[in-house]
């Protein structure tokens, strides 16, 4: 029994958390007598592998090439970068993986070709592993559909300043799951600095905030003209998407193919 996992993205800042969060869970369930359902990352993929001092403590490989067809692997987790999402979707199709997927900024093209896989192989697919974002996201949509355009809409996301990507896809789910309660949906607007015209009824704006070591912050305004209410949530530590990404390996692990997301799990 038990979880192997391969580990995509290993030597990222998420990747590193995915690995101790899985020591972490090992180590409860040793201490609890359960020896049997234990957690283990069999082997990483990185393009960086070769030129880190890191040793992750685990088979580190370069590409996906390179994984032996031996290792014996159940579920794939995937905290990388976009520039790796082919690759990947393709040594997870050739080795009919199961694939959690959690990087952010695939591209359209991308993302079908995702779709596709997910005709062979159970994929698992959230811009955010937190239970938290998939709770928000419902409440988004229910204040939406009982607000309605009396309310402007306005979302503010804060990341930390590493982050190459902008504005985060959870920003974009939230902004989905507004849109998805409005007849017609939004038009999402980004910059309006170019622009010297006054806010649209349709317009649903999101602004990206970077600095510090911010985990993920995701703020949700629904404005009227006599008041303000606003929806929010913090990430207080990478773990929570580290842990989310594991719960969705678990879920995944003997489904049939199609594409999964939190609300599948939740
Ligand atoms: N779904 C979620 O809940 C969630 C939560 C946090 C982060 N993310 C996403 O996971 C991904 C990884 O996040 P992170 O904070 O670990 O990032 P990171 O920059 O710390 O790590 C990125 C990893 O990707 C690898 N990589 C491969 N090709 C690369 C390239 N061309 N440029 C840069 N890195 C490359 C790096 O070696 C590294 O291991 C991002 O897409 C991020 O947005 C998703």
Same mark, same amino acid.
């Given at each position: 029994?038990?979880?192997?996992?391969?580990?995509?993205?290993?030597?990222?800042?998420?990747?590193?958390?995915?690995?101790?969060?899985?020591?972490?869970?090992?180590?409860?369930?040793?201490?609890?007598?359960?020896?049997?359902?234990?957690?283990?990352?069999?082997?990483?993929?990185?393009?960086?592998?070769?030129?880190?001092?890191?040793? %992750?403590?685990?088979? *580190? &490989?370069?590409?996906?090439?390179?994984? %032996?067809?031996?290792?014996?692997?159940? $579920?794939?987790?995937?905290?990388?970068?976009?520039?790796?999402?082919?690759? *990947?979707?393709?040594?997870?199709?050739?080795?009919?993986? %199961?694939?959690?997927?959690?990087?952010?900024?695939?591209?359209?093209?991308?993302?079908?070709?995702?779709?596709?896989?997910?005709?062979?192989?159970?994929?698992?697919?959230?811009?955010?592993?937190?239970?938290?974002?998939?709770?928000?996201?419902?409440?988004?949509?229910?204040?939406?559909?009982?607000?309605?355009?009396?309310?402007?809409?306005?979302?503010?996301?804060?990341?930390?300043?590493?982050?190459?990507?902008?504005?985060?896809?959870?920003?974009?789910?939230?902004?989905?799951?507004?849109?998805?309660?409005?007849?017609?949906?939004?038009? &999402? $607007?980004?910059?309006?600095?170019?622009?010297?015209?006054?806010?649209?009824?349709?317009?649903?704006?999101?602004?990206?905030?970077?600095?510090?070591?911010?985990?993920?912050?995701?703020? $949700?305004?629904?404005?009227?003209?006599?008041?303000?209410?606003?929806?929010?949530?913090?990430?207080?530590?990478?773990?929570?998407?580290?842990?989310?990404?594991?719960?969705?390996?678990?879920?995944?692990?003997?489904?049939?193919?199609?594409? &999964?997301?939190?609300?599948?799990?939740?």
């Amino acid at each position: 029994m038990g979880l192997k996992i391969l580990l995509s993205g290993a030597l990222g800042r998420m990747g590193r958390a995915v690995a101790a969060q899985a020591e972490a869970k090992n180590a409860q369930a040793a201490e609890a007598g359960e020896h049997e359902n234990l957690t283990k990352i069999v082997c990483g993929v990185d393009p960086f592998a070769d030129k880190s001092p890191f040793s %992750p403590g685990f088979p *580190l &490989y370069s590409d996906f090439a390179s994984v %032996p067809a031996n290792c014996a692997i159940d $579920v794939i987790i995937d905290f990388s970068h976009f520039s790796l999402t082919r690759a *990947l979707l393709e040594f997870a199709r050739a080795r009919k993986l %199961p694939l959690v997927l959690c990087t952010t900024a695939i591209s359209t093209e991308d993302l079908a070709l995702a779709n596709e896989a997910a005709k062979e192989i159970p994929v698992f697919r959230s811009a955010n592993m937190s239970v938290g974002i998939a709770l928000l996201k419902k409440l988004v949509r229910e204040s939406e559909a009982f607000l309605g355009d009396d309310f402007d809409v306005e979302i503010v996301e804060k990341h930390h300043n590493r982050k190459v990507d902008a504005p985060s896809g959870t920003a974009l789910a939230l902004a989905d799951a507004a849109s998805s309660a409005r007849a017609g949906g939004f038009d &999402y $607007v980004y910059d309006r600095s170019a622009r010297r015209e006054k806010r649209g009824k349709r317009e649903l704006g999101i602004s990206a905030v970077r600095g510090g070591n911010i985990v993920g912050d995701h703020s $949700v305004l629904f404005i009227s003209d006599n008041e303000i209410i606003e929806l929010s949530h913090s990430a207080l530590s990478r773990s929570v998407f580290a842990d989310g990404s594991l719960r969705a390996a678990a879920f995944l692990k003997d489904k049939a193919p199609g594409m &999964y997301g939190m609300d599948d799990m939740v």
